[in-house]
C-alpha cells in the first residue's frame, strides 16, 4: 500500500476526532496494537536485562585432576580466584606451576563461553510472542 492512500484530501495523516494523528478508530482497534506492542517491546527489555544480569554474574572453575591448583575466572574471563595447594609447590617447578594455571584459565574460560552460548540459546529457542507484526499496523492505520 503506498503511503499516499492514507493521506486525507488535504495531504495530511489521518486524524482522530481529537485531531491527534494515529489515535484509535471508532473501532478501537489502535490502542490495543500499540499497547501489545509496547507491552512486547516492555517484556523484551525486562528479559535483556535478566539475561545481561546472569551472564554477567557467571563464574567458572577449574581444577588439575590432583586437585592441588584451582582457578576461578569471571564473566569476563578473568582470573578472581586461584588456589595452590603446598603438594604443588613439592611436585611442580616455577613453569610447571605456570603452565598448568594458564592451562586452568583456558579450561574456565571455555566452560564460560559455553555456558554463554547455551544461555543465548536459550534466548534464541524461546516460544515465539502473539505481537503485532507489520500487517496488522498497516490494517490498523489504514482503518
Known amino acids: 500500500m503506498e503511503p499516499q492512500q492514507h493521506a486525507t484530501a488535504s495531504g495530511e495523516a ?5 485531531g491527534a494523528p494515529g489515535a484509535a478508530t471508532p473501532s478501537g482497534q489502535r490502542p490495543d496494537v500499540w499497547a501489545r506492542m509496547h507491552a512486547e517491546l516492555e517484556r523484551q527489555h525486562a528479559e535483556l536485562d535478566r539475561i545481561r ?6 563464574t567458572a572453575e577449574a581444577a588439575t585432576s590432583e586437585g592441588d591448583v584451582s582457578v576461578t575466572v ?3 574471563g578473568l582470573l578472581v580466584g586461584l588456589t595452590i595447594d ?14 598448568a594455571i594458564t592451562s586452568l584459565v583456558a579450561a574456565a ?6 555456558t554463554r ?16 507484526d507489520y500487517d ?3 490494517d490498523v492505520m489504514s482503518g
Open 53 to 58: 544480569a546472569v551472564l554477567a554474574g557467571l
Open 86 to 99: 603446598p603438594a604443588a609447590l613439592r611436585d611442580r617447578d616455577a613453569a610447571g606451576l605456570a603452565e
Open 14 to 18: 489521518p486524524q482522530s476526532p481529537s
Open 136 to 138: 496488522d499496523i498497516v
Open 117 to 132: 552460548d547455551q544461555v543465548s540459546m536459550s534466548i534464541v529457542d524461546a516460544d515465539p510472542v502473539n505481537t503485532p
Open 74 to 76: 569471571n564473566a569476563r
Open 109 to 114: 574460560d571455555e566452560k564460560l563461553r559455553a
